[in-house]
């Protein structure tokens, strides 16, 4: 059984299995967690707050240091919840357009790609408003898309899982280089960058939550939209086409929005890798391959296993913060070693 | 001899002149490489000052700017592109794959891991960071080859796997970068791009001990690395020890890649691309190593020499490598690829 076969279980196959709960219990429990998440995340930190701190804080006047280490928590958990959720959904979306089990907008060079274009504008073109970088991400992570895909895809059998993460790694290694090479004749850009590259929610305000909402709210719907399309997909480019699927434009639809979602996702928080990876194979696990019920689950797993993430960050080294990109690239990466031992192995 | 058809004779004849044309072209090259960055530079020093300062004599000016800034900085440059080209061509052709560098694969990422947290965290220095990215790199060379095992180790697996704790390492790579005081940033950078800034004795002369134990090894085990192209079970019949073989190799090419990376950094794509520019250069059907080690050291030394004085600001080696380096990859990930081969 090959790799795309065993990822692209079909739908059918899914939903005929038995499932010890149903998949919309299996919902509201994410949801429920999520919820429980947020809360922890409002109420843990470095400083260590009562419950009339914590009240004070998030009903907006602060009147102690407490209060206001809560108020400040407050962005910060939204922006892990909407970014979790960003990267989360661009996985699942990923995965199935490109039918391969380690596709994630990191390993794939997508994130380090919107990295060089935002060093690149701010060093080039004199970039300053965040606004304009949310612009210029998108538009890098949407062209180092394009060209790992298209290096993944050269040769006989098109894309295959190895070539698609090796063009993603070397692509990662290239811009990544580019990226010093830019950086390092402008300390002040590097000092700022280096914060930037780790990938994390710590500096959330408000304003930039306000800036990246609409456009991951419009790239959301058209994503989870395009559950049915991806459905069809995986049961290969002819029989999706047999059933009146236009490939190309699923393909083009769902890789827009998961490429607008972690471009976005990228330029508030920095790159943070494994999310999108981890996030669907677990969904998969208690959902099934069925992407009407993967694609919302993927969503709040997203956003549940970043908050979750950035508390950890924040509990782990007290009285220093590890940054959320670091816990999901520690946690994330044996996940992606046990996944390669399971499935890359029988394949060749 | 005689039985064979004289085309074939010929081909190989041919093919044997076009290598030992080559050879002695890109050692020529090294050499000149060599001489020039000893002698470029804001002074200009003439081929006999440099020699005489090498020989000893006192030459005023001279002794100090070729002897003690210039000489470590071209023989690190010298042996740590040689140590990247041939560890990662060993690499690439033991697994069969022009992308499975060390590079790629999270075995530098390993030792600069363990030298910037050596340096940063536990304030190491000297011959105690290069011990300690030896190790570490030894270390996770083991461990992906431990975590690519099953029922024998696959190639393409053992390079996702590579992939996988690259990445790790990376992160903790960039962890301690942020804890590090802006003070300590740019030398930091060092073990993210790597440069020749910090050359002096004290670095070159172990990795010129460790050059002189690996090399030696490796050239011995040309022939079975050669033979273990056609696959184990081949090499097996054709009297290769496999496992043993593999063993001795992957161990002096971890040794050459670690040591240089601890001394030099590490210098990004050198690893990855000398193999291949030897493959075109010296032709099919030969072993690479010594090619590869010569194209690494002109590499190396040429781009630090760009890197220092041919564009405005003063650029470490490893981004001049990283810069150049990213289109040839790309070119050659669309030509392997394309053809489907390997090296």
């Known amino acids: ?348 | 001899m005689s039985t064979l058809p004289v085309a074939l004779v010929g081909g190989r004849r041919r093919r044997a002149s076009r290598r030992r044309r080559m050879l002695a072209l890109l050692g020529l090259l090294v050499a000149l490489a060599f001489a020039a960055s000893l002698m470029i530079g804001h002074t200009l020093y003439g081929p006999v000052d440099v020699i005489r300062v090498i020989v000893g004599q006192d030459v005023p000016g001279a002794s100090f700017t070729v002897g003690d800034l210039r000489l470590p900085r071209a023989a690190l440059g010298l042996l740590a592109g040689v140590a990247f080209g041939m560890g990662g061509v060993t690499f690439q052709t033991m697994l069969r794959n022009p992308l499975a560098a060390p590079d790629v694969i999270g075995i530098s990422s390993g030792a600069s891991a363990a030298g910037v947290f050596g340096i940063v965290v536990l304030g190491l220095s000297g011959p105690a960071v290069s011990l300690v990215a030896v190790v570490a790199a030894l270390g996770v060379a083991l461990l992906i080859y431990v975590l690519a095992w099953r029922d024998g180790v696959v190639g393409s697996r053992l390079v996702l796997i590579g992939i996988g704790v690259a990445a790790m390492l990376d992160s903790v790579v960039s962890w301690v970068l942020v804890r590090a005081s802006q003070w300590d940033l740019q030398a930091a950078m060092r073990w993210l791009t790597g440069s020749l800034n910090a050359a002096s004795w004290e670095l070159v002369v172990p990795l010129l001990v460790v050059l002189l134990f690996a090399v030696p090894v490796l050239l011995a085990q040309a022939r079975p690395l050669e033979l273990l192209q056609l696959g184990d079970d081949a090499a097996a019949a054709l009297g290769v020890r496999v496992e043993r073989t593999r063993l001795i190799v992957i161990v002096s090419a971890v040794l050459l890649i670690a040591c240089a990376t601890a001394a030099a950094g590490p210098i990004a794509f050198v690893a990855f691309l000398s193999g291949p520019i030897a493959a075109r250069s010296v032709g099919p059907g030969t072993s690479l190593l010594v090619p590869a080690g010569l194209v690494g050291a002109l590499v190396v030394l040429s781009a630090d020499q760009l890197g220092q004085w041919a564009l405005g600001t003063r650029y470490p080696v490893g981004v001049i490598t990283g810069a150049l380096g990213a289109p040839f990859l790309v070119y050659l990930l669309a030509r392997t690829h394309r053809s489907g081969g390997s090296l």
């Open chain 1, 1 to 348: 059984m090959s790799l795309a076969q065993q990822l692209g279980r079909p739908a059918a196959v899914g939903a005929t299995r038995r499932r010890p709960v149903g998949r919309t219990t299996v919902l509201l429990v994410a949801l429920a967690a999520l919820g429980g998440a947020a809360v922890l995340s409002v109420a843990i930190g470095v400083r260590t707050v009562g419950w009339h701190d914590i009240a004070a804080g998030v009903a907006g006047h602060p009147d102690s240091v407490g209060a206001a280490a809560v108020a400040k928590r407050l962005p910060r958990t939204v922006l892990a919840v909407i970014v979790g959720g960003a990267l989360g959904l661009a996985g699942a979306v990923m995965q199935g357009v490109t039918r391969n089990p380690l596709a994630d907008p990191a390993l794939l060079g997508v994130t380090s790609g919107s990295a060089l274009a935002v060093v690149c504008g701010i060093a080039f073109f004199g970039l300053t408003a965040p606004s304009s970088y949310l612009v210029v991400a998108i538009l890098g992570a949407a062209l180092a898309a394009a060209v790992v895909y298209a290096i993944g895809s050269l040769g006989r059998g098109g894309h295959t899982p190895l070539k698609l993460a090796l063009a993603g790694a070397a692509c990662t290694a290239a811009f990544s280089s580019l990226v010093s090479a830019v950086l390092l004749p402008r300390i002040d850009v590097m000092n700022q960058f280096r914060f930037w590259q780790i990938g994390g929610v710590g500096g959330a305000d408000w304003d930039r939550i306000a800036m990246v909402a609409p456009l991951l709210t419009a790239a959301l719907l058209v994503g989870l939209s395009s559950a049915r399309g991806l459905d069809a997909l995986a049961l290969g480019d002819d029989a999706a086409a047999a059933l009146g699927v236009r490939v190309g434009r699923t393909r083009v639809h769902a890789g827009l929005a998961a490429i607008v979602l972690c471009g976005s996702a990228t330029a508030v928080a920095g790159p943070i890798g494994f999310v999108g990876l981890v996030v669907p194979h677990l969904c998969r696990l208690l959902v099934g391959s069925a992407h009407r019920w993967l694609l919302p689950l993927s969503v709040l797993v997203g956003a549940l296993l970043l908050t979750l993430a950035d508390v950890l960050g924040r509990v782990l080294t007290r009285p220093a913060e590890l940054d959320v990109g670091i816990v999901t690239a520690v946690l994330g990466a044996p996940f992606f070693i046990a996944l390669v031992r399971r499935t890359a192995g029988r394949a060749r």
